[in-house]
């Protein structure tokens, strides 16, 4: 594991004074986050891994953690430093695994793929890809070097780093170079997916590093050394002194878990496909009709973005018999069921649709490719229009929510925020007021509530604070207080939100459909089993029902995907009566 930041000119052969040692005592404060990453790895694997290999491998804490945890495996360690790989090479055989470590010396940005085994079944990337010049290309070799089915494990840093205690007292630590602190910001997930990934799993893991130990005083000393000085000191002195005993080093660590699909795309794909059905979006609805559908032997292909609304969530819940699936999970399996049954898959997003039913046109944006379908099915999903609070956004599916029933459990006998956006959702607080006896109501800009409300709020024992919210204090994705623009400040664990649900309706347009307006947000009309008022056109998941949950969403892809094949059943019955006839 590798940390600190370098620019491209200094060479990695010759570590800074007290890195090597820097880096040890970050990855002994970083054990709690290795060994969620590895749990969350073995949990993903399809079989017992036999090669690992771990790019950027710093002193060999996650050789040796990966070794002891897959004891059957061979751990390849690739790092550009000859003096980090002897410390590997002793560490390992300190802890009894050295005849199963392999050591790579070669630089991650200029040797990757020629000194990558083949075959790997885990890769390991730890505060390593930030480093690289091109992460994308060398994503790329990671893909290549897996075997299908094979996982990536990706651990970057996210949000701030800082001192706390927070707020105006916190100290932020500001890395000096500049092309790495950009990679800081990349957009992982889209990366991996580039490069041909599956994401099963994201989670944010808190970084602490507490002056109440001897390894939390010393990380805090030298990183307000390194900071202060503003260069890569890491002599600072060795435990706490009067300036650091009070304060504690916190960052951010997302943990990303990706796979290699099991099956690979076809490299070229014909630009005029022919299918019974084209769906358009591939979250739990769409792949729940895709399956119905394959099932019933039809051909169908699922176009989707790779964008689903339920990314930022960590889990999926009341999911029967998934409680706590991964989001990215729980598409992924759902991709590799409906490609067992024949289901055709396009990565990309739909630009038009024209046509009438047996002879719809679907273009794909940024293509040649035309989609000829007999029926569509839009499970597009929809938008949730936040409240244009700074710290809702970056806490959005984590602890900013909305729905007490898909993450109210989760925050139970918790500090909850209700920050109130127009109307005053009464109905909202009544529910999350059952998970919790500590619930506040924040106006914000809507009006003042009626004396009915007031009178039933005051029964509950629910506080009401008026004034507008000027941000949510956040320590990554965790609030920590909503304050006021009067400066006041409300501690709190959880804020519930009631955004707009806007569905996406643009292609239900242009085929002339008109969207209807509900007292949540607008969606596309159907009857119960998913049709529209368009011929040869349906709606299903949250593009029809803006409060589906996962189940309820999956539950209208059957649905409609039963009632599409009967009524391509139906039709294809009439054309061979009328075949007959006219024999």
């Known amino acids: ?43 993903a694997l399809d079989s017992t891994p ?61 040797e990757l793929q020629e000194n990558l085994p083949t075959g790997v079944d885990l890769m390991w990337a730890s505060l390593t890809l930030h480093h690289i010049n ?30 706390v205690p927070a707020g105006e007292q916190a100290h932020e630590v500001r890395h000096q170079a500049s092309a790495p602190a950009i990679h800081h910001q990349v957009d992982w997930s889209s990366l991996l997916d580039y490069a041909g990934f599956d994401v099963i799993e994201q989670q944010v893991q808190d970084f602490v590093a507490s002056p109440e130990t001897a390894d939390g005083a010393q990380y805090v000393a030298k990183q307000l050394q390194a900071a202060g000085e503003k260069n890569d000191d890491w002599n ?31 490299k070229e794909q014909a630009e005029k496909l022919e299918v019974d059905v084209a769906v358009i979006g591939g979250g739990a609805a769409g792949l729940a009709a895709a399956v119905t559908l394959g099932r019933s032997r039809r051909e169908v292909v699922v176009i989707d973005d790779g964008h689903p609304r339920n990314a930022p969530a960590h889990a ?10 991964s989001p990215h999970k729980l598409l992924a399996t759902g991709r590799e069921e409906a490609a067992s049954y024949g289901v055709q898959f396009i990565k990309g997003k739909v630009s038009g649709i024209s046509g009438e039913p047996d002879a719809f046109q679907l273009t794909i944006a940024g293509t040649k490719q035309q989609v000829h379908a007999r029926r569509i099915v839009l499970a597009t999903g929809l938008i949730d229009e936040l409240p244009d609070i700074p710290g809702v956004q970056e806490g959005w599916g984590d602890t900013v929510l909305h729905c007490p029933f898909c993450h109210g459990w989760e925050v139970r006998d918790q500090k909850i925020a209700v920050l109130a956006c ?55 994705t965790q609030v920590r207080s909503v304050q006021l623009e009067s400066t006041e400040l409300f501690d709190a664990d959880a804020v519930a939100v009631a955004p707009r649900f806007n569905a996406r309706t643009e292609l239900y347009e242009a085929v002339g459909g008109q969207a209807e307006e509900t007292p949540f947000g607008q969606q596309i009309p ?34 409609t995907g039963a009632a599409v094949h009967g009524d391509l059943a139906v039709a294809d019955l009439n054309k061979a009566v009328l075949s007959r006839r006219k024999e």
Do not use: C, Y
């Not at 999926?316 to 699936?325: D, K």
């Open 1 to 43: 594991m590798t940390h600190q930041h370098h620019h491209n000119h200094e060479p990695w052969e010759q570590l800074p004074s007290g890195f090597a040692e820097f880096l040890e005592l970050e990855a002994r404060l970083s054990s709690p986050v290795t060994t969620t990453a590895i749990d969350l790895a073995a949990s």
């Open 50 to 110: 036999s090669r690992i290999v771990e790019l950027g491998s710093g002193t060999g804490d996650n050789v040796i953690a990966l070794a002891q945890r897959f004891p059957h495996a061979d751990v390849h360690a690739v790092d550009i430093s000859s003096e980090l790989l002897d410390t590997v090479s002793v560490a390992a055989t300190q802890a009894g695994v050295r005849e199963r470590v392999r050591l790579h010396q070669a630089d991650l940005n200029d």
């Open 134 to 163: 091109n992460p994308a290309a060398a994503l790329k070799s990671a893909f290549d070097a897996l075997r299908p089915g094979g996982i990536l494990v990706v651990i970057e840093m996210t949000g701030e780093s800082f001192f």
């Open 236 to 266: 600072a002195p060795a435990g706490a002194n009067e300036e650091t005993a009070h304060l504690e080093f916190r960052s951010g660590r997302r943990i990303l878990i990706a796979q290699r699909p099991h099956s690979e795309p076809e």
């Open 316 to 325: 999926a819940h009341n999911v029967l018999g998934n409680e706590g699936i």
């Open 422 to 476: 127009g109307e005053l959702a009464i109905h909202q607080v009544i529910l999350f007021r059952q998970l919790s006896d500590d619930v506040t109501v924040f106006l914000h800009d809507a009006p003042q509530p009626s004396d009915e409300v007031v009178e039933q709020l005051d029964a509950l024992n629910v506080r009401l604070v008026h004034g507008r919210v000027r941000k949510l204090v956040m320590e990554g």
């Open 526 to 559: 159907t009857n119960p089993q998913g049709m529209t008022p368009v011929p040869g056109v349906w709606a299903i998941g949250n593009a029809a029902q803006a409060m589906a949950m996962v189940v309820a969403s999956a539950a209208s892809g059957v649905t």
